[in-house]
């Protein structure tokens, strides 16, 4: 029985380094979440999130029915996503940018 040496592929000397992709955290319009809870569930799961801010993006899913809420790493992203989406806000699924 002879066995075949084994021959390890030729590694490219050049390295391509991707960034870690974005994603975004898109909440859409619904009939059933009023102003108050979108703007306390941002301002709760969202770090950074401002009142002020808040307020804005609601306005925004309300009129445009989604807006995107946070953009980052996908870890992060999947966290905020399932946070809000407990709280009772309607998700997009999410997405790279």
């Known amino acids: 029985m002879t066995s075949s040496p084994t ?3 030729v590694r490219s000397s050049q390295v391509t380094r991707k960034p870690y992709p974005n994603y975004r955290v898109i909440v859409l ?14 301002t709760k799961y969202i770090p950074g999130m401002t ?3 808040a307020w804005k993006l609601a306005n925004q899913i309300h009129n ?9 790493p ?4 999947e ?3 399932m946070q809000l989406s407990r709280a009772g806000l309607t998700m ?3 997405e790279s940018a």
């Open 64 to 72: 445009e029915g989604q807006a995107t809420v946070w953009v980052g």
């Open 74 to 77: 996908q870890e992060q992203a």
């Open 51 to 53: 009142s002020d801010r």
């Open 92 to 94: 997009a699924p999410l």
């Open 7 to 9: 021959i390890a592929p």
């Open 29 to 42: 319009n619904d009939d059933f979440n009023t102003f108050q809870h979108v703007v306390e569930c941002l």
């Open 79 to 81: 966290l905020y996503h």
